[in-house]
């Protein structure tokens, strides 16, 4: 490093933005899991929460509730996760 070159190393904060978390994949995954249900309803009429679960049951609200939450975090996710393209055009 230069003794003019005064910009801070972002390397750091980087890595620290770009780690995920358990509760990050969980979130993930759950989202999934309700974008392919919502796929499966729209494509084929089946719903497979209600299949393995009953027709608006404890459990499936459950699920339910479960991916609603998961697409709330997912929104924040998204802000955490460093862009890639800023990334490339910074060096």
């Keep these: 490093m230069a003794i003019n070159d005064v910009r801070p190393s972002t390397t750091t904060a980087r890595q620290a933005r770009s780690r995920i978390g358990f509760i990050d994949w969980l979130a993930l995954a759950l989202m999934i899991i309700g974008g392919l249900n ?10 497979l929460v209600a299949m393995i679960f009953g027709q608006m049951t404890t459990a499936s609200r459950i699920v339910y509730a479960l991916v609603g939450l998961a697409a709330l975090y997912g929104i924040v996710l998204a802000f955490r996760i460093p862009d890639a393209g800023a990334d490339a055009r910074a060096i």
């Design 38 to 47: 919502w796929g499966l309803v729209g494509l084929m009429n089946v719903d």
